[in-house]
């Protein structure tokens, strides 16, 4: 595997490590982000607010004490410290597209589409997901039409499987 392959690698792993869900929606928080594009995590929430018509709140949403609460008691972050004081900002997948908009680093953009192409990734494992679980349902279905004919066919082969040290022995 080549050096950047490898790179690539480990940042889409830190980045999915920093992937959680809050009100069913998966996020990053700010601190995460501003961690990621290399700026103060104050930097990034001042821009963020002097642009907050570019995220509704279906992009980004401040986390409540009780959110903050729940994470710290689920270890997901060390302590209520971890975020300096003030409610962290949690964004969508969305809400890190619309933060390319505002925050025009390299580094920025650069992180920017590394994080958008894990949320796609994401978003395609849980489609073949649910399809998987719709196929098992379907089989399920299936099965439970024919549960009768199943317990017969484990019936015989725990009648083979019993039978089977006789048939080994008369063959020697």
Do not use: W
């Amino acid at each position: 595997m080549a050096k950047k392959e490898l790179q690539a690698l480990v940042m889409e792993q830190k980045i999915l490590n920093r992937i959680y869900v809050v009100r069913g929606e998966k996020i990053m928080l700010d601190r995460d982000l501003a961690e990621l594009f290399g700026i103060e995590t104050r930097v990034l929430k001042q821009a963020v607010k002097r642009n907050i018509e570019r995220f509704p709140k279906d992009f980004m949403f401040g986390m409540t004490s009780k959110e903050i609460d729940g994470m710290v008691s689920q270890n997901v972050i060390p302590s209520k410290s971890y975020f300096g004081g003030a409610a962290p900002f949690c964004f969508t997948g969305q809400g890190v597209t619309m933060l390319s908009c505002i925050l025009n680093s390299k580094t920025a953009i650069q992180v920017n589409i590394r994080v958008v192409r894990v949320f796609v990734k994401l978003r395609a494992y849980a489609l073949t997901h649910k399809e998987i679980l719709l196929q098992l349902a379907k089989f399920e279905k299936e099965v439970k039409g024919n549960s009768r004919d199943i317990e017969n066919i484990f019936a015989v082969l725990k009648e083979l499987i019993e039978k089977m040290p006789n048939l080994l022995h008369a063959i020697k």
